[in-house]
């Protein structure tokens, strides 16, 4: 698979982690926007939001529960965004379904 964050996932290529799970990897995105600014991606090639179903509702679930833990953990709990684009139109440019965590 020629997917840049699964090469993350892997190994292959390297990352700044700031969390890891048998589920879950974040790691500091290269190009940061804001002050904190983390990609939090499923180990699992998902391409994107639309491909969703019922058999990724506790992977997601899961995601969502660990997003206050990783905010705590780089200090911004007190006011963060998290954000996700889902298909190309939408300004998404790497097909495997990830979250931005930002600091305002």
Known sequence: MNCIFC???????PSTKVYED????A????NPRTPVHVII???E????AAELTEDHAALIGHLWT????IAAQLGVSD???????SGENSGQTIFHLH??????
């Open 7 to 13: 090469k993350i996932v892997e190994g292959s290529i």
């Open 79 to 85: 006011s963060f965004r998290v954000l996700t684009n």
């Open 66 to 69: 660990t997003v206050p833990k």
């Open 22 to 25: 048998s589920k879950l990897l």
């Open 45 to 48: 090639h998902i391409i994107s």
């Open 27 to 30: 790691f500091n995105d290269i």
């Open 99 to 104: 979250f931005h965590l930002q600091s305002p």
């Open 41 to 43: 991606i499923p180990k």
